[in-house]
């Protein structure tokens, strides 16, 4: 009977504290959302995450020994520069919270009952499932509470289906000053003749139900979520028809992150926005296109849901996007950029030592056709100025050959074959790097006319009154175009530089470096070795299902790599031509020491390939893409 009484006390703590782990779970973000989101980006498990992240070959090359140089300079500014001084803007340590993440991580943008005026916004949403730390999550709120108190705001409570919120007013004064010295906010345009309005003030809702973090911008945004967490409420996001499909096809097999758009809504909110009125004292000098056309001639009102996941893995990292526009609603740019389902393989005549390539099977003639037709539903007058330009170019090259005609000549010659490969640059400078030698060709039905029409074209372009004779090439015709002298970073003399054509079968090939295109034309007889023999691709194409479905791209990362390597060593706060880095702060750019780098051969064994397809289905175009993890690295 003893041993009977403690196997049944033992069950019962057993059952107890199982109990209390089902009560203790957190919904996934498609449970607790509602079902009027508009756009999601979660990570459903952010310990598995973390897990994947530090044995990717991203994270073992910053980790490095080689890198150590740069890296620590880097981080060293980024502890001085930014986290320090934001710590101190923030009153919190951010340590504190950088180990919170253990489940879900969610970010959402919901309906709200928003109207596309700022008087009822969308509702914005973060959840963060803290799971054990829930006791570090309560301590960190308490802490956020005490400094916005001790800095005079006004923090008062408010219980939303009994979970009670901590509600702060905020506005644009409140953004640390680290970050506005980082990111510089854009300066206020007044209209003429229009009031300024001073922007509403808004709210930050912050609570904790059990070890889930819940912060929104107001409580009609958190009630859906509270109600799907205490029992009720209405529809979640997972009861949409949309979301749904899309969760069947795209978001299984544990993605480590996925996101997800509601088009459909989305747009047709948009659709329904009133339209500016017009304001007398300060005219647009463009006429006024209505939303609700420009989304129908679009295709935009066609596309029900558009979403990414991505998946790691001991082969190699996957991205899938998909957007779900239905063929028997596909209009506008989703038939202009339709991909037909062909072979896009890369052809023989693309060397092995090409560090780029892509591939497109899109019909020219059906291209040009729906391009003219959404043009002409979205705004007559936009067709009619394309087709002015089309008839200037006919006017001008007609005064030289009477039976030109760019439509014929050259729209009307356009295949369903578009491809494109790039070689690694000469040098290592940053115009080097700009300036890779790389061969665009299109088929055409006519290469021969093609090419003539392209000359005639781009000498009207150019404003070129005459162009040198086309020169013979092992049969073939070499046409030249030149072009304006391009400045670059180090030298005060411009650089000359033209275009390059040429016929050769079936094909236009476009270049601005000769040689490359002169390595083209000769490849018909004495062909190279192929890309398509390069170790490690075809098990990559596996990946993303192949090259039939008439879109296929591949990149030599390690070449990409190494030419970036050279050009940022390279690198000067003068090199303003063609900055890769020029998108970004300055103050950010100001912790980059790149004489620092390592040579690129002593780190090149985390790079390896990339490859991506596309495809168009009934249901809608599909892009995956994926990087095999470096052999090295196995």
Known sequence: ????????????????????????????????????????????????????????PQWLFWGDPAMKPFHDKFMEKWNESFIGPLEHDLGVKLGDFTG???????????????????????????????????????????????????????????????????????????????LKKIFPRRQPVQELGKETVPPKPSELFVGQFESLLIVGNSSTAIDPVAAHLTGGGPPALDSDAVF??????????????????????????????????PNPEAPSPMPRVPWHQVLIA??????????????????????????????NSRAGLFKIFAIEQKDANPPLFVPADAIKFSRWRVDGQNAWAELQKTLANISPAALSSLNSVIDIANASAQQKDPNFDVRKNLIGNLGDDWISFQK?????????????????????????????????????????????????????????IPLPAQRTPNSLTPVP????????????????DSSILENYLRSAAKPAR?????????????????????????DNQREVMRATFGALKDFSEDSSNGNPLAVLPQGLRDWMDFSLLPDFDTVSKYFYLSVFSASTTADGISLKAFAPRPPQLN
Not at 27 to 47: G, H, I, Q, S, W
Not at 163 to 172: A, E, L, T
Not at 441 to 449: E, G, R, Y
Not at 497 to 512: I, P, R
């Open 100 to 178: 919170l993440p253990q489940g879900q991580f969610t970010f959402a943008v919901t309906d709200n009952g928003s109207n596309g005026h700022d008087d009822i916004p969308p509702g914005l949403l973060l959840l963060l499932d803290a799971k054990d730390k829930r006791d570090q999550l309560k301590t960190n709120i308490a802490a956020l509470e005490k400094k916005w108190t001790a800095d005079g705001k006004i923090v008062h409570t408010e219980t939303i289906r009994g979970i009670s919120f901590s509600v702060v007013p905020i506005s644009s004064n409140d953004i640390p000053a680290t």
């Open 424 to 480: 690694a640059p000469t040098g290592t400078s940053l115009t080097d790097l700009n300036n890779a030698p790389s061969l665009f060709l299109f088929a055409a039905s006519n290469p021969d006319q093609a090419a003539v029409a392209i000359k005639n074209v781009m000498s009207i372009a150019s404003g070129q009154q005459t162009v040198p004779e086309p020169r013979d090439f092992l049969g073939k015709k070499i046409y030249t």
């Open 530 to 554: 192929p890309l398509r023999e390069i170790p490690g691709l075809a098990d990559a194409m596996q990946h993303v299902d192949g090259a039939g479905g008439g879109l296929f791209g591949y």
């Open 298 to 327: 679009s295709g935009a009102m066609g596309l029900k849901s558009a979403s990414f996941t991505c998946r790691e893995s001991h082969d190699g990292a996957e991205v899938d996007f998909f957007l779900a526009a239905p063929e």
């Open 497 to 512: 530089q033209s275009l390059y054509f040429a016929a050769s079968e079936g094909y236009v090939a476009v270049t601005k």
């Open 1 to 56: 009977m003893k041993t009977l009484r403690l196997i049944f006390i033992a069950a019962s703590v057993a059952s107890l504290t199982f109990a209390n782990s089902i009560r203790a779970a957190i919904p996934p973000a498609e449970n607790l959302l509602p079902a009027d989101t508009l756009f999601l980006v979660t990570v459903p498990d952010c310990a598995a995450l973390r897990a994947d992240m530090h044995q990717s």
């Open 244 to 277: 749904a499909a899309d969760k069947v096809s795209r978001f299984r097999d544990n993605p480590l992150y996925y996101g997800w758009f509601n088009a459909k809504t989305f747009f047709g909110i948009l659709a329904q926005t009133p339209e500016p009125q």
